[in-house]
């Protein structure tokens, strides 16, 4: 993968070390994050394309969730083959109930918990696991690293929206 054209990093070129130290730090970022928004500006948008501050709150807590439960199976079953997933498109559909600041804030906790006591625990060579989500390959790296990512990219669109709605 390329650097990402909206934030400039680059999954490729992370290291697994780093991304578990930023999988560590995400609870305590998140958390900062949206500290002392109230529920309207946690739910306000800043224009009708842009989420809300607790829709990307949401997002990483599905996505980290998501990796968490996939990473012991890609460890487990080299090769195993996983349908392609829009994360973007199950947004449409939350039901209201999702929408909790609380509740995603302990998800991004305990997922980000279980990907680096797991990933912590593994040997270099795991990382060169193959997998395919959809018609894409991966290494079982990329879990831990899209992850990273996931979460620096989606702290800056929180950091950003909140800067428009307060």
Do not use: K
């Not at 980000?112 to 193959?130: F, Y």
């Amino acid at each position: 993968m390329a650097n990402c054209d909206e934030c400039g990093i680059d999954e490729s070129g992370l290291a697994i070390n780093d991304a578990l130290d930023a999988l560590r730090s995400y609870p305590r970022r998140y958390t900062e994050a949206v500290a002392g928004m109230d529920e309207e500006a946690l739910r306000r948008r800043p224009s009708p394309e842009v989420w809300s501050a607790l829709e990307y709150l949401v997002h990483v807590r599905e996505v980290f969730e998501l990796l968490s439960m996939t990473l012991p199976l890609v460890l487990d079953q080299p090769g195993l083959e996983l349908p392609d997933i829009d994360a973007d498109d199950a947004a449409v559909t939350r039901p209201d109930w999702v929408m909790n600041r609380d509740l995603a804030l302990d998800g991004i906790r305990t997922a980000c918990a279980q990907l680096v006591d797991l990933g912590a625990a593994q040997r270099s060579e795991a990382w060169e696991r193959p997998f395919s989500l959809g018609a894409t390959q991966h290494d079982a790296g990329w879990i831990l690293r899209h992850a990273a990512h996931e979460g620096a990219h989606h702290l800056r669109d929180i950091a950003a929206v909140r800067a428009t709605v307060g």
